[in-house]
């Protein structure tokens, strides 16, 4: 069945380094790709999403590239601030009825 | 345009008590999804709506988990009788319709605990 593994957490790192969070995925049919965002009590908000291969999505400084060959969706960005850290959720969804599957979110400490 | 709106934001109850969530979707969308949020993992689909209808509830433990959309707009979900194993965070998401690939919209959420 369809599937999201991404990297585990806790990643720290100071501001203004470079970020990348691996997402991998497995899906039958065509999906859309996703990445949202977790701020410490809130819901999840999109990020940005990809909805075919070799799409790029961005925001906020943020993108990703939905890779079919290398079945990836790593999510990046060139210089993090503390304001973003947060839980971020690769996933994937479009396929069935547009069930989603989320992968277990990976932890984003920024440190000034 | 309103989001999803869900209530109570939080509770506490005692196991085997019983406990009941809502959730309103945005206006205009079909499909509604409720899921399980344990601490440090990500959501889990309990329940998925589309209008009044269920699409997927593989994953709702039936004996004790119900959940109903009466009118094709707003959604509860109910526990009863609540474990220890069900504190978690329960999220409400809605999207226009199941075709395509329609981002989900989510509410805040309701953080319960069972003591």
């Known amino acids: 069945g369809d599937s999201v593994t991404q990297m585990e957490g806790p990643v720290t790192l100071s501001e203004e380094a470079f970020l990348t969070i691996n997402c991998t995925y497995t899906?039958?049919?065509?999906?859309?790709l996703f990445w949202y965002v977790q701020y410490p009590g809130e819901g999840l908000q999109l990020l940005l999403k990809?909805?075919?291969?070799?799409d790029k999505g961005s925001n906020k400084g943020f993108e990703a590239t939905y890779r079919k060959e290398t079945t990836s969706f790593h999510l990046e960005k060139g210089s993090v601030q503390v304001s973003d850290s947060a839980v971020y959720f690769c996933?994937?969804?479009?396929?069935?009825?547009?069930?989603?599957?989320f992968g277990s979110g990976t932890k984003l400490n920024v440190k000034p | 345009e309103a989001g999803v709106a869900q209530s109570p934001r939080y509770k506490i109850i005692e196991k085997r008590q019983s406990v009941a969530f809502w959730c309103n979707p945005i206006?205009?969308?079909?499909?509604l999804y409720w899921y399980q949020q344990i601490l440090g993992q990500g959501p889990k689909l309990l329940i998925q709506?589309?209008?009044?209808?269920?699409?997927?509830d593989s994953q709702l433990p039936k004996d004790r988990f119900s959940a109903e959309r009466l009118k094709g707009v707003d959604s509860t979900l109910k526990i009863q009788p609540a474990k220890l194993e069900d504190s978690a965070v329960y999220l409400c998401?809605?999207?226009?319709?199941?075709?395509?690939?329609?981002?989900?919209?989510f509410g805040p959420g309701t953080r319960l605990t069972v003591l």
């Open positions: 990809a909805t075919k291969a070799d």
């Open positions: 899906a039958t049919g065509y999906p859309s």
């Open positions: 206006s205009g969308h079909a499909t």
């Open positions: 998401a809605s999207t226009l319709t199941t075709s395509g690939s329609n981002e989900q919209f």
């Open positions: 709506f589309q209008n009044n209808g269920v699409v997927d």
């Open positions: 996933a994937l969804g479009g396929n069935n009825f547009n069930k989603f599957y």
